[in-house]
């Protein structure tokens, strides 16, 4: 069969040219054995509870500092199921394809998928490709669901009790901030990396441990803003966080002072807030600290009124942290 | 909140905006106990062998006779689980999004996937909802992955034998003859409407009166050519096939014979191949006719080389069916 250096609308037509290119390009890279059955459905075995999460993956450029689509679209997924103490066993992948994309960026892309796969011993057990023409997608938009076993039930939003300390798993913003200097094409003096990683080892660290997590978020679109409302909203109490301790790098603050961004509504791709007892801050410090020094506490879950953020300055003032609004960075993951 | 009447770039930046969408648009018509929790995944207990199965949907146009895009989002996922005989139980769903799409096409879309989930009492038990600007989408693009229990193992390709008999549930290529028309602005004296269904309630009968389905799977892109073909590559038998016995709509064909199309090549999105061991043969047809009248007896698998399906004409001349190639029909699903 002729060799395409292009993606050519017959790729996704169900017929002979499909079935080469998900062989070549895909099968040679995820193959596993669930995988190469090749049936409508893939055939697993895996214990209750389950959790299940999806995500589809538009970012814009498809190559950053850090990563590029396809490392997002299985650290997102993943990240979504470790939040909820899940292992990430099973992930599905469906791709959905420009004309004339080049074969090369893909290949690019589905090794970089299958490099961050092995860091949580994650399998891609089915998949889907279409085809679209020239002008109706951007290149190419990556879905991964996911399914796995949560290893500790009731990790929850639900389950922050007045006294629960926050932290943080390492300095925020970076994605974010990655991708927005890469759409202004600004040379930093020191280059903002993505954040981009899968965060299953950390989150089966603390499980080992048997930290007694209550609740879990990686804070991806909206940021911390979007998940500390979130928990506001979902227990009922306020979060008062002490600003000077959230870590943000100088070079992330830089940009986000030049272009009127807040950090805190940034996106991360492989940072999570994290909410455990008094009891255990500095267990759960001590294993955060071995994934990245960064990891601190930024404050603690009080019984007051509003059930908000409040954000209490080093000098003393204090202000909401709201939702995150507005178009913020459009295709951000 | 300003009520916009299309979809805006914030509606997918994570912050209030995407808030507001995904509780009036999706939660009013998805909602369940599973979904309204509202964590990063979903939990879910679901007893194993479970199938798991994912699709994106981009066909164009969204809207045909029979159905839309949602419509063929829950029925192509389903589809794919009633295949390995597992009963989709839940669906994840993923919405890309091109800004200024009108919100009131997407409740079109949406209640068209909330009826069909309702006809085998599946749900969606977590999302996602991208917004691309302008240009960088067509409208909007669907995943569904899902995931059932399997109640009967070993429905397969791999168990198909010699002796097996070939059925189809109903005629074949409406959907694909109904896209095409659509695009090409056809007025058809007799109208064609696309198969589009979910199959589980026809597949919880067949395995409810205990038929010994050897494999099933539904003929979509690609056609009933793809899947004879792939059933050859699987068992290594021959497929005999009747031509005359295929059921074809009399529009089909002669849209078909206009186009310069094989009915055999065209997608179906609610129509399947069964392998039966002889001895069930009557059993099936009666379940199927249940369904559809136009069910029927195509072939049989025989031990002949070469492994490739082969169609016997009325007038007694033979000749392979091929593996489709080419362009065939983009975005028919």
């Given at each position: 069969m002729k060799k395409h250096n292009t993606v050519q609308l017959s790729h996704g037509g169900g017929g002979v040219e499909m079935n080469h290119l998900i062989r070549h390009l895909f099968w040679e890279r995820f193959g596993n054995d669930i995988l190469n059955q090749a049936e409508d459905a893939a055939t697993l075995t895996l214990p209750s509870p389950l959790a299940m999460t999806t995500d589809s993956f538009t970012v814009s450029?498809?190559?950053f500092a850090g990563g590029n689509i396809g490392t997002l679209a299985i650290a997102g997924t993943c990240n979504d199921l470790a939040m909820v103490a899940a292992k990430p066993s099973y992930l599905s992948c469906s791709f959905i394809i420009e004309e004339g994309t080049p074969v090369q960026e893909l290949e690019i892309i589905v090794d970089a998928m299958a490099a961050e796969l092995s860091v949580c011993g994650t399998q891609i057990v089915c998949g889907d490709t279409k085809v679209v023409p020239?002008?109706?997608?951007?290149k190419v938009f990556i879905n991964t669901t996911g399914i796995g076993q949560i290893?500790?039930?009731?990790?929850?939003?639900?389950?922050?009790?007045?006294?629960d300390v926050i932290l943080v798993s390492r300095d925020i913003g970076c994605h974010g901030a990655c991708i927005l200097a890469a759409r202004e094409s600004l040379r930093l003096a020191h280059p903002i990396t993505s954040d981009c990683a899968v965060l299953w080892p950390v989150v089966e660290s603390l499980l080992e441990q048997s930290i007694d997590v209550h609740a879990m978020r990686d804070a991806t679109r909206g940021g911390l803003s979007a998940v500390l409302n979130e928990w506001c909203q979902s227990s009922g109490l306020q979060l008062a966080i002490q600003?000077?301790?959230?870590p943000v790098d100088d070079a992330v603050r830089g940009l986000c002072e030049l272009c009127g961004f807040e950090p805190y509504d940034l996106a991360n791709e492989g940072t999570f807030v994290i909410a455990v007892p008094p009891t255990q801050v500095q267990h759960t410090l001590d294993v955060l600290h071995q994934f990245?020094?960064?990891?601190?506490v930024i404050g603690e879950a009080v019984s007051l009124s509003p059930a908000k953020p409040i954000l209490h300055t080093a000098w003393g003032s204090r202000r909401y942290l709201d939702f995150p609004a507005g178009e913020l960075l459009p295709r951000i993951c």
């Open positions: 450029p498809h190559f020239r002008g109706a997608a951007d290893l500790k039930t009731g990790v929850s939003a639900h389950r922050i009790q007045a006294g600003e000077a301790q959230i990245n020094a960064r990891a601190a």
